[in-house]
C-alpha cells in the first residue's frame, strides 16, 4: 500500500506543480478570477486531476494532495492583504477613524 501512496503524493505535487507553472502563463484578468474565487478553483483543478489521472485509488488521493496544496497557494495572496505588504490591499483598506 506505501507504493500507491509515495505514487500518489509525486502525482499531486507534480500536478499541483503543472497548475502552478499554468496560472502563471495566464492574462491577468484570469490571475484575478481564480485568486477571487479559491473555492471554484478548487473544485475544477481537483476534479480534473481526478479525470485525467483515470478515477482510480490513486488519482482519487492525488487529488486530495493537489486540492490541499492548490487551497494553500490561493491563500498564500491574502496573507499579505492582511499584513498590508500588497498595494493594492493599502489602496482598499479602511481609513482610521
Known sequence: MRPLLIEAA???????AGFGLTY???????????TEHP???DVLATGAT??????????LTSAGIVSVLISGA????RIGRWFGSNDKA??????DV
Open 50 to 59: 481526478y479525470k485525467i489521472l483515470g478515477g482510480t485509488l490513486t488519482a
Open 90 to 95: 493599502k489602496a482598499c483598506q479602511q481609513p
Open 24 to 34: 502563471t502563463r495566464l492574462p491577468d484578468w484570469a490571475k484575478d478570477i481564480i
Open 74 to 77: 490561493l491563500f498564500l495572496p
Open 10 to 16: 509525486v502525482l499531486g505535487g507534480l500536478s499541483a
Open 39 to 41: 473555492l471554484v478553483t
